[in-house]
């Protein structure tokens, strides 16, 4: 099987994360060729090719000097290239099916890939978020205008990708053109909620999948917390509770909630360990603040998890966050808020706890709860641990996504046998 696999970034932020990983399962557990094709080609691989979508040199340099005098030409010429470029690497790599993940991070690009690669091969869309069925909101907090039209009068000024109020409207309608044209285009979710807001909009007349995504699960695992911290230099014998974003200064994250919180509940003497980039003001009494700044590795990213009692997971909205997922496979409850997908990567009192409100009094009370809880933390270690292997597990993440695709062939051959 050959699979091209389409996002805007190969390794910073979750979305890419997760998609990585997709594709290093799917080649171990079977024999797939992939070609995976990216806006900024970050490192090689030895499992399967990564090609940079760039520009022909002439139209980048044309599209340079347009720019001055005329931004939607410039940017018209570098789509044209940006498809040119596409329709090369379907040409001569030939795939079976084409996955799509994040695009809504790179500049210039957009759902008019999604509509190129449908003219040549069945499209599987992986969705991160609600980019693909809002004017332009990744997420979209408590707005819905997404299921009838996102519009000038959108109650979400400060999302992000940002969009000017005034092309909302049409942003919204030239997603629905393009999936109401490929009505085969296939979705697919690593949650639940984000299935159900799906088929609440754009995506109600197309197949969407639940998939969560997987974990290296022989790196994410328990192992001996004392002699992590020893390695990390963390104190030891205090309680430690980690939290961990990609931007801690993220609105969406939440840390401003939890440093409320944790003024108003800490545990005493806890170190407050941090990962994640870009400054964050911390200002909490009576806690050790220990930072590791951005981890880059898996093996890295493992050992912070593995050092903490607690992971807090305080974000306003999410999907299926790497980070709970990680924590749960290396034996680290989570407390986070009951929104979106969270609820259901946290089974309540056993796995981790759910703050019932978007608060710091909620936070902090959760926090108490969790302290106080006195089920052993072994045991808690050991749900944890059997719950990530239920959902995470490799096996079952490569089946269900090479299901999918054999299916979706199959249907394709059908059609022009």
């Known amino acids: 099987m050959n699979l091209l696999v389409i996002s805007d970034l190969q390794a910073a932020g979750g979305a890419a994360i997760a998609c990585q990983r997709m594709i290093q399962n799917l080649v171990t557990h ?11 080609k970050a490192f090689d691989t030895t499992s399967h090719t990564v090609a940079e979508l760039s520009n022909p040199l002439r139209l980048q340099a044309l599209a340079n000097r347009v720019e001055v005098w005329s931004y939607p030409l410039a940017t018209a010429i570098r789509k044209a290239g940006l498809k040119k470029a596409i329709a090369q690497h379907i040409g001569t790599f030939a795939p079976d099916i084409i996955n799509i993940h994040n695009i809504h991070g790179a500049k210039d690009w957009g759902i008019d890939i999604v509509d190129l690669c449908a003219r040549h091969r069945p499209v599987v869309w992986t969705l991160h978020d609600m980019w693909s069925f809002t004017g332009s909101c990744a997420y979209t907090g408590n707005c819905r205008h997404y299921i009838r039209g996102c519009h000038e009068d959108c109650t979400c000024p400060d999302a992000i990708p940002k969009c000017p109020a005034d092309k909302l409207a049409a942003a919204w309608q030239r997603k629905k053109t393009v ?47 004392a002699a992590v911290r020893k390695q990390l230099k963390i104190p030891p014998g205090a309680p430690v509770i980690l939290t961990v974003a990609e931007s801690l200064a993220d609105q969406r994250k939440g840390m401003h909630i939890l440093q409320a919180a944790l003024n108003i509940y800490a545990p005493p003497n806890a170190t407050l360990l ?85 608060t710091a009094p909620s936070l ?54």
């Open 30 to 40: 079977e024999n797939v060729s992939v070609l995976h094709c990216v806006r900024h």
């Open 274 to 358: 941090t990962v994640g980039r870009d400054a964050f003001d911390w200002k909490i009494d009576g806690l050790t603040l220990h930072h590791l700044g951005y981890v880059s590795t898996d093996p890295a990213r493992a050992q912070a998890y593995q050092a903490a009692d607690i992971l807090i997971h305080p974000a306003l909205e999410d999907n299926l966050p790497n980070t709970i997922a990680e924590a749960t496979a290396c034996g680290t409850p989570t407390i986070a808020f009951a929104t979106g997908g969270i609820p259901e990567m946290i089974i309540d009192g056993s796995t981790g706890w759910l703050a019932p409100e978007i």
């Open 364 to 417: 902090a009370a959760t926090l108490e709860r969790a302290v106080n809880d006195g089920l052993a933390a072994e045991v808690r270690s050991s749900r944890c641990r059997a719950y990530a292997e239920t959902r995470y597990g490799a096996v079952q993440h490569a089946e269900k996504h090479l299901q999918l695709f054999r299916a979706l062939m199959n249907q394709e051959h059908r059609i022009h046998a």
């Open 179 to 225: 999936l109401t044209k490929w009505p085969q285009t296939t979705a697919v979710c690593p949650s639940q909620w984000l299935s159900d807001c799906a088929q609440q909009g754009l995506w109600s007349d197309h197949k969407v999948a639940v998939i969560p995504y997987n974990l290296p699960l022989d790196i994410y695992k328990p192992t001996d917390k």
